[in-house]
């Protein structure tokens, strides 16, 4: 394992080792159980406040929301700018690449035979098609990794783990992917973007003194 990958792999710590230990959890619980028993697990575990909560906490792995904060950056540090918007750009490339691949049915497809016996989330447009990997759980976790590594108090890199994970539930909470997809997209987001930020924050000109300005913060 090079240094560099072991400085970025430093600043992400507090994500990073709560993560492995929560993805292990995961695989056991996925040799463990089939795709079925976990599913209706999750899908019995509904509630009035789960159906209003869940809804606004997917939006957080929305491609708008690294949008907004890709914008907030340009702002303050060019830097982080190209970090946070090339890792979303990388992750999201190569998700795409996985789901058309597969092409996998969602549950709603699926389970199609058994509907009446599942909870679904009134207002919630349901998705038919290419459900490995959740694409929203590669973004937030991305975006995680990212945050984690920029942020100047690492101690967030563990909250920025628990909004990703919060991401992941509620698409198995929202019948919108199994278990499984979002244990696909927590891996792809995260090990894509550590070495992804791994190769291009060692660019030299990163490390520029134009690269830490922003639209608002100039010399």
Same mark, same amino acid.
């Given at each position: 394992?090079?240094?560099?990958l072991?400085?970025?792999?430093?600043?992400?710590?507090?994500?990073?080792?709560?993560?492995?230990i929560?993805?292990?959890?995961?695989?056991?619980?996925?040799i463990?159980y089939?795709?079925?028993?976990i599913?209706?697990?999750?899908?019995?575990?509904?509630?009035?406040?789960?159906?209003?909560?869940?809804?606004y906490?997917?939006?957080?792995?929305?491609?708008?929301?690294?949008?907004?904060?890709? +914008?907030?950056?340009?702002?303050?540090?060019?830097?982080k700018?190209? #970090?946070? !918007?090339? &890792?979303? *750009?990388? %992750?999201?490339?190569?998700?795409?690449?996985?789901?058309?691949?597969?092409?996998?049915?969602?549950?709603?497809?699926?389970?199609?035979?058994?509907?009446?016996?599942?909870?679904?989330?009134?207002?919630?447009?349901?998705?038919?098609?290419?459900?490995?990997?959740?694409?929203?759980?590669?973004?937030?976790?991305?975006?995680?990794v990212?945050?984690?590594? +920029?942020?100047?108090?690492?101690?967030?890199?563990?909250?920025?783990? #628990?909004? !990703?994970? &919060?991401v *992941?539930? %509620?698409?198995?909470y929202?019948?919108q992917?199994?278990?499984?997809?979002?244990?696909?997209?927590?891996?792809?987001?995260?090990?894509?973007?550590?070495?992804?930020?791994?190769?291009?924050?060692?660019?030299?000109?990163?490390?520029?003194?134009?690269?830490?300005?922003?639209?608002?913060?100039?010399?």
């Amino acid at each position: 394992m090079n240094t560099r990958l072991l400085d970025v792999l430093h600043h992400v710590r507090l994500f990073f080792v709560p993560y492995l230990i929560i993805l292990i959890t995961c695989l056991i619980l996925k040799i463990s159980y089939t795709r079925e028993a976990i599913y209706f697990a999750v899908n019995a575990k509904h509630s009035d406040f789960g159906d209003f909560l869940f809804p606004y906490v997917t939006d957080l792995g929305e491609g708008y929301m690294v949008a907004a904060v890709t +914008l907030i950056m340009l702002c303050f540090s060019y830097r982080k700018t190209i #970090l946070i !918007a090339t &890792s979303f *750009a990388v %992750s999201g490339i190569l998700v795409q690449i996985v789901k058309h691949i597969y092409r996998a049915p969602r549950p709603v497809v699926y389970f199609e035979k058994d509907l009446t016996s599942i909870h679904f989330v009134k207002g919630i447009a349901l998705l038919h098609n290419n459900s490995f990997p959740s694409g929203h759980t590669v973004t937030a976790f991305s975006a995680a990794v990212v945050l984690s590594y +920029l942020a100047v108090n690492k101690r967030l890199g563990f909250i920025f783990l #628990l909004l !990703a994970m &919060s991401v *992941a539930f %509620s698409r198995m909470y929202l019948s919108q992917h199994f278990f499984e997809d979002v244990t696909a997209g927590s891996i792809l987001g995260t090990m894509s973007t550590i070495m992804w930020i791994t190769w291009m924050d060692g660019r030299a000109f990163m490390h520029s003194q134009r690269m830490s300005m922003g639209l608002l913060k100039r010399r």
